[in-house]
């Protein structure tokens, strides 16, 4: 077996996309940030047991989401990543994986001309620990927060929801679909896109947004804007963007999956209701899935997410994963 020495030497990239005076070999990577950009930076654990089993996640899958989860948070600042960096904290049984792990990163990294520049390598006695550092940079000074949200605005999301949920259930044998519907839905499990390509488009309009995404279902991440904006949403359930393959479930459970599953890695966002129509054809003529699906009101007191059915209107709570939570 080979040590953790000839391990970083075996996942040490070759070449960079980018300027960097010093990689992996000393004790920290060192590059110049092109002046007067501000610099995005962020950081992402998965945890076996927690956010991943070996029997739902391959070691390749498991490289590539870690780092998608990061990218998708660029993504929701209307970045663009440069650097990523990645401790690891090895089971022996994930150690023998351990290049397959960084092929599932470098795949993702290469295909946005990311460069790895350091990270950490120990052993953990049991589960499996994968921690992904992400730098990026504001191309042009314009960063989209979440707090930016105001009444009048639509709503919109990219994508499609729910299906990482579904793709999860049918891995654990809680779901069965037909074939080619579960083979999507898995994958749309295990390797998601980060939408780094919305981003793109989001940036070149010239008005403002509020940004987020949806690694931990609509409900939780919508009530984020919501209190960070102090306003409150309201999400019409007849207009929740829902793929091909997602029609196949029971409505209810569709619900619950878009609302409380997570991991769909698509962004959601606030803008101005002038410019709603405008986004949309932006999308369309790049061949991107944009759909309103509710809009910002008056906070009125508590900020708070509701979701209108039929001619009723239920305030929805935030559930989703939430760790340390009794
Ligand atoms: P130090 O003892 O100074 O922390 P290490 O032996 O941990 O040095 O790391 C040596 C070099 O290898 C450093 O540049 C570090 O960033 C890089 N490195 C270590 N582990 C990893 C890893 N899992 N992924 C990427 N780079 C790593
Ligand atoms: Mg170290």
Redesign the pocket.
Known sequence: MED??S??RS??PKKHNHQITM???????RYRPQSGKDQLICTDTMVEGVHFLRETMSPYAVGWKALASNLSDIAAMGGVPDFY????AFSEEWFADGKEV?RGMADLANHYHLD??????VSSPEAFVLSVTVIGHAPDKRTFLRREAKPGDILMVTGTLGDSAAGLSILQKKLSVDKKNMDYLVRRHQLPKPRLDAAELIRRLPCRAALNDISDGLASESSEIAEASHVSLVIDRDQLPVSQALLEIDQEQRLNFILYGGEDYQLLMAVPREAAEHYRDVFAENHLLLSPIGEVVDAEGEPGVFLKEADQIRRLTKSGYNHFRK
């Open positions: 953790e020495f391990f970083i996942i040490t990689g992996i070999g000393d004790d920290a990577a960096l990645v401790s690891a960084y790895l520049i350091g990270g950490d390598t």
